[in-house]
T-cell receptor
């Protein structure tokens, strides 16, 4: 069965600092990987996705993620965090093209301090 | 505007009173899913559908039913709600090899 682990429940960073959110997945075949962001009281918005090809994926709002098959990881990064990035971030893995059975991690809540 | 809509957005009900949460998408997507979100547990998939009349269980299907009689609609049915089904529910839709688009969520409280 597929699974996703986000080891950091809560992260605090200073505005302007760099950010890395960790995600490890377990899936037997080629994974379809996603990062979503959820602002307080809002729905989920896709930041980026990896289906195949270049292992460094660029997303919206200046985010990027790198797929590392050998480490079963798909970590999310941003070089300089803005106060508006405070939100909860979810990593997810999907099977069969990523649009059927999708498993989410438990989320990482990001706090940005001035 | 491409969107996934859910109704109602907020619902307070009592144990055992059947309820339906509707979900509709206007993007002609084949695939639709229901999730529940609970603090510390992330999103867990309840059911998903690959097309009209084709559905399958996700990770937490107990106590829920779904139907897909039309491509655009995917209602979630709780025939006898219990307090442990108090949660935030999201509907999502997608096309093949694409990400899911999520609805705004339905906050359900079962007393």
């Amino acid at each position: 069965a597929q699974s996703v682990t986000q080891p950091d429940i809560h992260i605090t960073v200073s505005e302007g600092a760099s950010l890395e959110l960790r995600c490890n997945y377990s899936y037997g075949a080629t994974p379809y990987l996603f990062w979503y962001v959820q602002s307080p009281g809002q729905g989920l918005q896709l930041l980026l996705k990896y289906f195949s090809g270049d292992t460094l994926v660029q997303g919206i709002k200046g985010f990027e993620a790198e797929f590392k098959r050998s480490q079963s990881s798909f970590n999310l990064r941003k070089p300089s965090v803005h106060w508006s990035d405070a939100a909860e971030y979810f990593c997810a893995v999907g099977e069969n093209g990523g649009y059927q059975k999708v498993t989410f991690g438990t989320g990482t809540k990001l706090q940005v301090i001035p | 505007e491409a969107q996934v809509t859910q109704n109602p957005r907020y619902l307070i009900t009592v144990t055992g009173k059947k309820l339906t949460v509707t979900c509709s998408q206007n993007m002609n997507h084949e695939y639709m899913s229901w999730y529940r979100q609970d603090p510390g547990l992330g999103l867990r998939q309840i059911y998903y559908s690959m097309n009209v009349e084709v559905t399958d269980k996700g990770d937490v299907p107990e106590g829920y039913k779904v139907s897909r009689k039309e491509k655009r609609n995917f209602p979630l049915i709780l025939e006898s709600p219990s307090p442990n089904q108090t949660s935030l529910y999201f509907c999502a839709s997608s096309s093949r090899y694409n990400e899911q688009f999520f609805g705004p969520g339905t906050r359900l409280t079962v007393l």
